[in-house]
Each structure stands twice: as structure tokens, then as C-alpha cells.
């Protein structure tokens, strides 16, 4: 009985046992199957195109992690993350391919950009909330689709700017397994990265920023200084985000980066769960996989609908799929995940 | 250590004005080292008015307020905490995403040093912080007898173990000066009793200089060494329990008196 039995039987014996992200064997056990699965196995086993839908929602993931630490951990909204994503991505390809920077010291510093330049809506959190926050970053978003067009930063009029392929040795992201490594690896970090930075201290007052920014002050944290912060490594994470898509497509435009990508963002982790790591992951999978169920899912049980139908019944399942969530499951899928768990671990005896 | 003869805190001739509404007019007060001093007065008499101005939550329009004797007018209230100075609420602001631990964690933030680099990279600094820092806090956990609980989310938790937690938080500062906005509102005698248990513990084996927020007069004339009456934002009395407790001043503010009812 290893659903029963699994969280049983513990007895840590001391702090540092306590604080372990994946404390039951069996939780170690799962995270292990995954990494075999994602690293091994998927590199060998899956054809061009499930690797790259695998990318994309790891492209997708990464962003959402970013934009979770400022809305799920934070609490400050943004409607400008994928302007963030945008100044990552354009400015490691401007490094690489126009100045020939090399590409481990482009991408950091494609990072640093999109951090620092949130920083300047972050400034703006001092002063307002919610509401108001969320349409001066808007102002982030129109800023920077205006500066890709008008100052022709990439060389054209197109906003184009191309991704020359990273190659290590036998690693090369010319090749899909190359692209979907590179991602995932990415994804991997972050996701460890943010799991570590929301159990100790700054992730500790990011939260505590959130749930009571006053109190937070009482207690010697500066709330003005945590939201920057956040600004700033949720940006880093978006810009991240935006150069992964940049290697994986090989080409970006302006287009790449519009305000439905923002509010995509915040569809994955609303969907997936506020606050929550695998949240992001999970919200970031069922987004990106919701069009491509609708348009091969629906063939396979006798619908057929037009080209133009499709996008238009997507936005629709899109909208409901957030109301659901909003209205049934506030804890998004992860919360629901959680929730058939606790069911199993307690069944057949749930009192 | 501090010289012994400085005050843990004085305020000092402090004004609150909010638009025409005078909250706090002139106000002065002084706690001495390891001292008990108690506000009472009426509801709406400024007290916790006051205890905002101390820790920076309001600004007021005059005064200044020392802590050690250091000046800390005007600084913001995350400044202020750096001078050893907490505080619980009134109305129990908890961090309600978190769990017990990790609201005491909180509490510690100013003793530790790890940023997002570390933090994030779970390194040698930053873990080894965390382990040291969840000590400290687990013997704060067995002080205020959190056992239990230490893991569940404090939203779940009840009232008297929410106020609990918030004096936890508190104490977790290490403060020098530790500021209770009524921590017994609300409580059964058995947790009231708990909790003035804890205070003199406190006061005694730490060396905490305390300012209590307190309307159940049965607490505040046991533990207080001075009590300090406030109404409609002055101090009408400050002295020690027996001598407030025998003001006429303070028996007209609470139960009314000749000259009262005449007008």
C-alpha cells in the first residue's frame, strides 16, 4: 500500500532533514523518474515535433516561473512581461549575431538588461497597486513593441533578428534534441532556483510582502525593496524565457512579444496556481497543449472545423478555461492535483 | 550594554493630527530598562495611535522618540525595527500564506544576510543561516508552546493561537523593546494566563523593556510598574498601578463623573 503508507513513518532527525524540498523517499523517487524521463529518455525516444511542443511549453514554463515570482510570490501584478522577455531575447541576439559576443556571457548579460530594465516599472510599485500597477507596466509592453519598430535595433525594418546555434562539442542546438536540452536544462534550473529562493529568507519576505506589507515593514523588511527585487529576478526569468525562444526558433520578431503573450503568462499561472513551482509547469503544458488537443484532438472524434473557427473557438476554451479555474479551483492545477492526492492518501478512509 | 540610566524608550511631546482631528496632543512617555509600562484609556483615546507613532507606522506632525537614546523620528518602520524595537497588532497581521515556522523565520529576517543569489543557489552561507536561524526559532516554538502546530498554515489556526504566533513573531526580533498592541483581547482566562505567564517570563529572563496595550485592568494593575492613562489623545494620569487606579481624573474618563454629567 505505497500511496497509504508514504508519508508515514518519518522521523527527522534534525533541522537540516526538515528542510528538504523533496523529503519522502517516494517524492525523491518521482523527481528522479522525471529527470530520466525529460533527459534521457525523451531526448531518444520522441520524433522532431513532440520535441518541440516539449520545448515550447518549457519556453512557456520558464516564463511563467518568472512572472509567478512577481505575481504568485509577490503579490504585484504585471501586464509587461513579455516586453521583459523581449529585451532578453533582443538583447542576446544583438550580442551574438551583430556584435559577436560569445554566448555565455550574452546571455547573462541579456538577463541583467531585462531585470534592470524592469526595474524602472518596478520603481513604480512604490507608489501604486494592482489595478494601477498593471497598466503602467502595460506602458512596459506598448514602450517596447514601439522602441523593436522605431529604432530598428535589429538591423531591419522587420524587427527580425536571428539566433545563431549554440554548439558545445557534441552538444549543438541546430539540432531539435540540442533545442529541447537547452531548454529543458534551463527549465531545471529555474525551477530549482526558485524553489530554493521561496524557502529562504528573500522569497520568505517577498511573501510576507504580499500576504501583509505592513507587518512586513514592522519586522525590518523593506517593501519597497523586495517588490524591486522581485521586479528584477522575475524579469531576468522572463528575459531567460525569451532567449530560449530565440534559440529554439532560430529567428524573432517583434511579433513574438505582444500583449497576448503577456497575458498568457498570467493565463499559465492562474490556470496552473499562484504561487505554486510545478503550478507554473503544469499551467505552462495545458496552455500550450490546448490548441494543439483542439486541433488534432477534434478530427479524431468527427469535428472538422475551418481554419478561422479554430482560433476563434481557442480564445473561447481559453476564456473558460480561466473562469473555471477563477471560479471552481482557485488553487489552479496544482491545487487540484494536490486535492486528488489527498483523497488517495486518505482513502478509503477519508475522515 | 546600555548604560542603565538611559530610558529603553521615550517619546517625547508627540502630535498626530489627522486633517482637523487632533489624535494625539503633546504626548510624552518613558520606559524605563526592563521596565513593564501599561496604556490604558477608553476606545478611541489614541493609544494604538500612539504605538504607530513610536514604530513609525504614523508620522506624526510633532515629537520625537528615542530608543536607547538614539533619535529615530521620522524613520520608516523597517528602520525603526533595526533598532530592536517589535511589536504585535491589535488586529493580529499575520503573513496567511505561511506557515507557523515560517512567520517566526520572518521574525529573524534582520539577523540574517542571505540574498537571492545564495538563497536561490540553496549555498553554503544561506543553508547554513536557514539551519542556524530554524534553532533559534524552534526554541521560540517550545517557549510559546507551538509544537503542534509549527507547520500547519496560520490561517487555520484559532484565535488565541494566531495571537500566540504574532508575539512569537515578535520575539523572534530579539527586541530590546517589545511593544504588545492588547495581546489578551479575546482570550479565555486560561490563555490570558498563558500569556502574562509568558510576559514576565520574558521580562525577566531576556531583559525586555515592554509596553502593553491592555483594557482587562486585572492584568494590568498585577504586572505593570507604571501605568500611563490616556484620553481623547492626552495622558490624564502616570504612576504606578495603585496610584492610577486611586486618580480621580481616571475613575471620571471611565465611569463617568459629577462634573460630566453637569455638562
Known sequence: MPLIAMETGRFDENHRQQVRVYDTPHRRFWILTLLVVGFVIVPFAANQYWLTVLGLIGVAAVGGLGLNVLVGYTGQISLGHAAFAAVGAYSCGIMTTRLGLPVWLAIPAALLCAGLFSLIFGVVSLRVKGMYLAIATLAAQYLVEWALHAWNLAGNDYGLITFEPIEIGAFNTATPVGRYLLIMACLALVVLYVENLTRTRTGRAMIAVRDQDMAAAGIGVSPFKYKLIAFFISSSIAGLSGVLYGFSAGIVSAEAFTLTLSIQYLAIILVGGLGTVPGAVLGAAFITMLPIVLRDGLPIIGIELAANMQVHLLSVLFGIAILAFLFLESKGLYGLFRNIKDYFRQWPFSY | ?263
Open chain 2, 1 to 263: 550594554m546600555q548604560p542603565s540610566g538611559t530610558p529603553a524608550l521615550e517619546a517625547n511631546g508627540i502630535s498626530l493630527r489627522f486633517g482637523g482631528l487632533t489624535v494625539l496632543n503633546d504626548v510624552s512617555l518613558e520606559v524605563g530598562q526592563r521596565q513593564i509600562v501599561s496604556l490604558i484609556g477608553p476606545n478611541g483615546a489614541g493609544k494604538s495611535s500612539l504605538v504607530n507613532c513610536i514604530t513609525g507606522f504614523y508620522r506624526p506632525q510633532r515629537g520625537t522618540v528615542t530608543v536607547f537614546g538614539e533619535d529615530v523620528s521620522g524613520l520608516p518602520p523597517q528602520k525603526i525595527a533595526k533598532h530592536r524595537v517589535a511589536r504585535t497588532y491589535q488586529n493580529i497581521e499575520l503573513f496567511d500564506g505561511m506557515s507557523v515556522l515560517e512567520n517566526l523565520l520572518l521574525g529573524r529576517h534582520m539577523h540574517m544576510s542571505s540574498g537571492p543569489i545564495s538563497g536561490g543557489l540553496w549555498w553554503g552561507k544561506a543553508r547554513n543561516e536557514e539551519l542556524r536561524e530554524r534553532e533559534v526559532v524552534e526554541d521560540l516554538v517550545d517557549f510559546l508552546e507551538l509544537e503542534s502546530i509549527r507547520n500547519a498554515p496560520v490561517s487555520l489556526l484559532s484565535y488565541g493561537q494566531r495571537k500566540r504566533v504574532d508575539l512569537g513573531r515578535a520575539l523572534a526580533q530579539d527586541p530590546h523593546i517589545l511593544i504588545l498592541d492588547e495581546p489578551m483581547a479575546g482570550m479565555n482566562v486560561e490563555e490570558k494566563e498563558d500569556m502574562v505567564r509568558f510576559i514576565l517570563e520574558l521580562q525577566e529572563t531576556r531583559a525586555i523593556s515592554i509596553v502593553l496595550i491592555e483594557h482587562d485592568m486585572g492584568v494590568v494593575m498585577d504586572i505593570s510598574d507604571r501605568v500611563a492613562v490616556l484620553d481623547f489623545g492626552q495622558f490624564i494620569a502616570m504612576g504606578s498601578p495603585d496610584e492610577v487606579k486611586n486618580d480621580p481624573a481616571v475613575i471620571r474618563a471611565y465611569v463617568g463623573g459629577a462634573k460630566e454629567i453637569a455638562s
